[in-house]
């Protein structure tokens, strides 16, 4: 009787080697990576560069900013500051508050009743209407100042509030249309379906269901709509002299003849304080608006 022995089975020894392209996958990621890292900060500081150029010369002398070769070792001096707020600054700051504040609550109360008409139940001809508003974006600003300083002048608005306000309403009122309408446009048909068997009607529906959704992408569209009314400048030189807002106020340190560098870039920054600090409060909101939609 023979007795058969099957062989014994040798235990599978780990592969290691299936560590190694791992790893250099992984190295071929970092090493890819890092050129577009490079770049990337590159071109941070190019885009920056300008605003530290402004605050390196508020802090400097009329005779050291205005020196054809860029100083960058001097004695910081403050004196520039005390003079912006003794020139009338707060009334310009509050008629660029009031202007921008008031301007994007109408723009977003029209926007976003349009943009539904376009996104969610769309009237006729919605794509005709949609680049009508956008169309308005193309026309040259400076081709409509004369007819738009004559209609003020008769109107009795020119040097007031009322028309930069009006102004802003037509410069960012297609902006918002088009930024709102493609967020409608990712909100799921069956949220709206669910709410109508739910038994809400339209505007409860948008009240409480698709605002709510939506929510980022609305501080997205007001604070780009804030800024855009803040900086702007060409209607307020153009439709007003003394009641304006505050990129008018710094023109007001351009004087001819003498040294005012380092006053107007001191200015410039008290003007740009409010947006950057706006920008970073609503930092969260207005990457989550922007990227609204990006990923399903």
């Not at 790893?23 to 990576?33: E, G, I, L, P």
């Not at 802090?59 to 004196?79: C, G, R």
């Not at 004559?150 to 088009?178: E, F, K, S």
């Not at 800024?227 to 023109?251: D, K």
Request: with cysteine.
């Amino acid at each position: 009787m023979t007795v058969t022995t099957s062989p014994q089975t040798q235990p599978v020894a780990e592969q290691p080697a299936a560590e190694i392209p791992r790893r250099k996958r992984h190295r071929t990621k970092d090493t890819a990576s890092w050129p577009v890292a490079v770049l990337g900060w590159l071109g941070s500081l190019i885009l920056f560069s300008p605003v530290a150029y402004m605050l390196l010369k508020s802090f400097q002398t009329e005779t050291d900013a205005a020196s054809p070769v860029p100083k960058l070792i001097f004695k910081p001096t403050f004196e520039h500051y005390p003079e912006v707020f003794g020139q009338g600054f707060w009334a310009y700051a509050g008629n660029s508050i009031a202007i921008a504040v008031i301007s994007t609550v109408v723009v977003l109360l029209l926007a976003i009743p349009a943009a539904y008409a376009l996104a969610v139940r769309p009237v006729r001809k919605a794509q005709d209407s949609l680049f009508f508003f956008i169309s308005t974006k193309m026309m040259p600003v400076a081709a409509a100042i004369i007819p738009v300083y004559i209609v003020a002048q008769q109107l009795g608005l020119l040097n007031t509030v009322t028309v930069l306000i009006i102004m802003h309403l037509g410069m960012n009122l297609p902006l918002a249309i088009w930024m709102i309408r493609s967020f409608l446009q990712e909100v799921p048909g069956e949220v709206l379906e669910a709410a109508a068997m739910d038994g809400a009607g339209r505007l409860r529906a948008m009240r409480s269901i698709v605002l709510p959704l939506i929510r980022p992408g609305l501080w997205s569209t007001a604070l780009l709509c804030c800024v855009f009314s803040w900086n702007e400048y060409f209607y307020a030189v153009n439709l007003t002299t003394t009641t304006s807002s505050l990129p008018l106020f710094m023109q007001k340190f351009l004087s001819f003849g003498e040294l005012y560098t380092a006053q107007v870039a001191a200015v410039a920054t008290v003007v740009s304080v409010p947006v950057v600090i706006l920008g970073w409060i609503c930092q969260r909101s207005l990457v989550r608006g922007l990227l609204f939609g990006a990923v399903k």
